[in-house]
């Protein structure tokens, strides 16, 4: 299984992007089992979590993200996504898509998010 992400680049302050996640090589009734979510790292801070949906819950934000950004999933693409609005300089970092069942994570290979002017 693959987690393959798309989406990033650069966006000026204000403005919105989209990030995608395909888990390649999954089934669908697989895929509904995990926990999807999006984490964050900067250079020489830990990777934080940004948001996460679980299949038939409630997503869970970041506080910081809270109002500006929404994670969906769409099961029988295999898809998440993160559509991000009100992008600030402080957001730019590299994205990593994870899926996650019970207590093991597994990582997409990241995509860079840079929101500068």
């Known amino acids: 299984v693959q987690l393959v992400e798309s989406g990033g680049g650069l966006v000026q302050p204000g403005g919105s992007l989209r990030l995608s996640c395909f888990a390649s090589g999954m089934i669908w009734s697989t895929f509904t089992m995990n926990t999807m979510g999006w984490y964050r790292q900067t250079p020489g801070k830990q990777r934080e979590l940004v948001a996460t949906?679980?299949?038939?819950?409630?997503?869970n934000y970041a506080d910081f993200v809270k109002g500006r950004f929404t994670i969906s999933r769409d099961n029988s693409r295999k898809t998440v996504r993160l559509q991000m609005n009100s992008l600030t300089p402080e957001d730019t970092a590299v994205y990593y898509c994870?899926?996650?069942?019970?207590?093991?994570?597994?990582w997409g290979q990241g995509i860079q998010v840079t929101v500068s002017s």
């Open positions: 949906i679980a299949y038939g819950e409630n997503p």
């Open positions: 994870s899926r996650q069942v019970d207590s093991d994570i597994y």
